[in-house]
């Protein structure tokens, strides 16, 4: 939202109603239509594939830099993964035939809905990459970095089981991992919390996958955590 022209904010402001979200709302369906689109506010969104064996992996995620529904600009109304809140939080919900009129009705604001749809692509493919080629520990320290980027604060709220999925590994890899991040003195792990204490130490554990869909936002829009920290609708 703070990426928003003045023009485009008052476009939108009428239709928007600001919505709490608890963990674990699901703010969109696989394969259904999507009824309204979320400006995150705070919070974290999880994006998730799954199996048709019961396997779920998560693919992408955002928060404030973000929207979840960015498919409406791509003209389609659904998507084949499910979008929920791996972290609560509030947002500013549209309905999907708004947020197309106000596309529609603005060049700016479907460019700058395009950009971010580049940005995500990026980061997906960069979490592909990741999943085929680096262990446990450097993917978990680009999760780790990545959800670092979009909530303010070195606390991160985080349980052993979603980083099962996460990382698409067993329990004890991800307790394994998180054991040698610690002990790198890259962050500090306790029951469902992880405290980062070294940033810069993390991002160089998260190898080449942590980066390129970074700079290309910050290239495309503008610095991700800058956004993070200072974004309000």
Same mark, same amino acid.
């Given at each position: 939202?703070?990426?928003?022209?003045?023009?485009?904010?008052?476009?939108?402001? @009428?239709?928007?109603? @600001?919505?709490?979200? @608890?963990? +674990?709302?699901?703010?969109?369906?696989? +394969?259904?239509?999507?009824?309204?689109?979320?400006?995150?506010?705070? +919070?974290?969104? !999880?994006?998730?594939?799954?199996?048709?064996? +019961? /396997?779920?992996?998560?693919?992408?995620?955002?928060?404030?830099?973000?929207?979840?529904?960015?498919?409406?600009?791509?003209? !389609?109304? %659904?998507?084949?993964? &499910?979008?929920?809140? &791996?972290?609560?939080?509030?947002?500013?919900?549209?309905?999907?035939?708004?947020? *197309?009129?106000?596309?529609?009705?603005?060049? !700016?604001? *479907?460019?700058? =809905? =395009?950009?971010?749809? %580049? $940005?995500?692509?990026? %980061? $997906?493919?960069?979490?592909? #990459?990741?999943?085929?080629?680096?262990?446990?520990?450097?993917?978990?320290?680009?999760? =780790?970095?990545?959800?670092?980027?979009?909530?303010?604060?070195?606390?991160? !709220?985080?349980?052993?089981?979603?980083?099962?999925?996460?990382? /698409?590994? *067993?329990?004890?890899?991800?307790?394994?991992?998180? &054991?040698? #991040?610690?002990?790198?003195?890259?962050?500090?792990?306790?029951? /469902?919390?992880?405290?980062? =204490?070294?940033?810069?130490?993390?991002?160089?554990?998260?190898?080449?996958?942590? /980066?390129?869909?970074?700079?290309?936002?910050?290239?495309?829009?503008? @610095?991700?955590? %800058?956004?993070? &920290?200072?974004?309000?609708?």
């Amino acid at each position: 939202m703070a990426s928003l022209s003045e023009d485009d904010r008052a476009l939108l402001r @009428p239709h928007l109603e @600001p919505v709490s979200l @608890p963990l +674990g709302t699901v703010l969109i369906e696989p +394969g259904r239509p999507i009824s309204h689109a979320h400006f995150p506010e705070d +919070g974290l969104c !999880s994006v998730i594939a799954s199996s048709h064996d +019961g /396997g779920r992996i998560e693919i992408g995620l955002f928060g404030r830099d973000g929207l979840a529904g960015v498919a409406l600009a791509l003209d !389609s109304d %659904q998507i084949p993964h &499910q979008i929920f809140m &791996q972290v609560a939080g509030r947002s500013h919900r549209i309905g999907a035939d708004a947020l *197309r009129r106000a596309i529609n009705a603005s060049d !700016s604001l *479907r460019t700058l =809905l =395009l950009r971010y749809a %580049q $940005t995500f692509l990026i %980061q $997906t493919a960069q979490t592909a #990459l990741a999943n085929a080629s680096a262990p446990a520990e450097e993917r978990l320290a680009r999760w =780790l970095v990545m959800y670092h980027d979009r909530l303010d604060g070195d606390d991160l !709220s985080v349980t052993h089981e979603f980083l099962s999925m996460m990382l /698409g590994v *067993r329990r004890p890899t991800v307790t394994v991992a998180l &054991q040698m #991040l610690e002990g790198a003195g890259l962050i500090k792990a306790r029951r /469902g919390r992880i405290v980062v =204490l070294n940033r810069s130490g993390l991002i160089e554990a998260a190898g080449e996958a942590y /980066g390129p869909a970074e700079a290309e936002y910050e290239r495309l829009i503008a @610095p991700l955590r %800058q956004t993070a &920290q200072s974004s309000s609708a």
